[in-house]
C-alpha cells in the first residue's frame, strides 16, 4: 500500500512458510507503483488503499484484480479483522521502521544505488522498449518514458510514508511534533477547541506528560479538520504538551489558549521533502489597534506572521 504497488495487493502474491508457523508475504511483478497505472502514465495520488479509484472513472480500482464485482476474499476478512488493523498491522509497522524500513533509507536505495548509477537516456529506451514498441508504438504509452522519475519519487513516496506512519501513530510520525508549555483550568465542555487543518488527508495526535496522555489520534482532511476539544482537561506548563504530525499542519488554531500560552516551539512542523506546510497560526492574541507589536518568526524558510496587542508584552517571545 505505501508503495502504490497496483500488481501485486489483490494478485500477484502469495503467502509462504519453511515450518508451518512463521508466514510471510512474497509479491511479484512488481514495475507498476508509486502512482502509475497499469495502462501507462501517473494517476493516483498519495495515499493510495484497496478502495482507491481511477479519478476520471469511479468504476475501476487502482489495484488491478479488484472491481465492482471481484474482491481478494483473504484481504477482505483481515480488513474486517479489528485486531488485525488495530493493533497487528501497528506494531509491525513499527518494527519494519525500527529495522530500516524508512523513507531516508528507501530513497538511498532508489537513488544511491539504482537511479544515479545510470543515465536518463538508459532509463527513457527501456521504457520504449517494453512499453511503446511492445504495443506497436502506441503512443498512449509515451508515458512511460519519464527518465529516473526522481524528483516524483521523493514526493509521492514521502507523502506515502507519512500518511501510513500517522494512521498507525509509528515511525517518523512520531518524530515530528509541535511543542507547547500552557497552562489551562479545566472547564465545561465545549468551551475549549484546539482545531488542526491539514494540507492533504491525514491522522493527528495530541499528548500531554511527554505522551503520558493521550487526548487521541484523529484523522483530518481540509474539509473536516481534528478537533479536539481540551476543556475537561488541565494543562500545567511543566507537563509538556505535544501536537504530533506536524509535517501536514496547513492551519493550526490554538486560540483556547490565548493568554496562558508560555512557550511554542515549531520547528518540528519541517521536513526536508515537505518543507514547513503551516501557512496560519492562530494564538488567539487579537490586534486592536494600528499600533499592535507585529511577531514574525521562521520555521525553516516558512513566514509566519503573528499579530499581537502591544499589551502583551513578552508573552510570544518563546515562540520559535
Excluded at 497496483?6 to 519453511?18: I, P, W
Excluded at 502514465?41 to 482507491?52: E, I, K, S
Excluded at 479538520?225 to 493550526?252: C, M, Q, R
Excluded at 500560552?261 to 501557512?279: F, S
Amino acid at each position: 500500500m505505501r508503495f502504490g504497488l497496483v500488481d501485486s495487493v489483490e494478485r500477484n502474491a502469495q503467502l509462504k512458510t519453511y515450518d508451518g508457523q512463521h508466514w510471510h508475504y512474497e509479491p511479484w511483478d512488481m514495475d507498476i507503483a508509486i502512482g502509475d497505472k497499469n495502462n501507462g502514465g501517473f494517476a493516483f495520488y498519495p495515499p493510495m488503499n484497496r478502495d482507491t479509484k481511477l479519478p476520471t472513472d469511479a468504476s475501476i480500482y487502482a489495484y488491478s484484480g479488484r472491481s465492482n464485482a471481484t474482491s481478494n476474499v483473504l484481504w477482505d476478512c483481515l480488513e474486517a479483522w479489528d485486531y488485525w488493523k488495530d493493533t497487528l498491522v501497528p506494531k509491525v509497522a513499527q518494527a519494519l521502521y525500527d529495522a530500516g524500513l524508512t523513507y531516508g533509507n528507501i530513497i538511498q536505495m532508489f537513488d544511491k544505488e539504482y537511479s544515479e548509477k545510470w543515465s536518463e537516456i538508459l532509463y527513457n529506451e527501456s521504457g520504449h522498449y517494453k512499453y511503446v514498441e511492445a504495443r506497436g508504438n502506441d503512443n498512449d504509452w509515451l508515458a512511460w518514458m519519464q527518465g529516473a522519475g526522481v524528483g516524483h519519487r521523493h514526493w509521492w513516496l514521502s507523502k506515502s510514508m507519512n500518511y501510513y506512519d500517522a494512521m498507525w501513530t509509528v515511525g517518523d510520525f512520531n518524530n515530528h511534533r509541535i511543542y507547547l508549555a500552557v497552562t489551562k483550568d479545566a472547564h465545561a465542555a465545549g468551551t475549549d477547541l484546539l482545531t488542526i487543518k491539514p494540507t492533504s488527508d491525514t491522522f493527528f495526535k495530541v499528548t500531554q506528560s511527554s505522551g503520558a496522555t493521550t487526548l487521541g489520534t484523529l484523522p483530518a482532511t481540509k474539509a473536516n479538520p481534528a478537533v479536539y476539544d481540551v476543556s475537561p482537561y488541565t494543562f500545567n506548563k511543566k507537563d509538556p504538551t505535544h501536537i504530533y504530525g506536524a509535517t501536514f499542519i496547513e492551519e493550526l488554531d490554538l486560540s483556547c489558549f490565548a493568554q496562558k500560552l508560555e512557550t511554542l516551539t515549531l520547528t518540528g512542523a519541517y521536513d526536508e521533502v515537505l518543507g514547513a506546510p503551516i501557512k496560519k497560526l492562530n494564538i488567539g492574541i487579537p490586534t486592536t489597534t494600528v499600533s499592535a507589536t507585529e511577531l514574525s518568526g521562521y520555521v525553516s524558510g516558512t513566514r509566519l506572521a503573528l499579530s499581537a496587542s502591544s499589551d502583551q508584552g513578552d508573552a510570544l517571545g518563546n515562540i520559535k
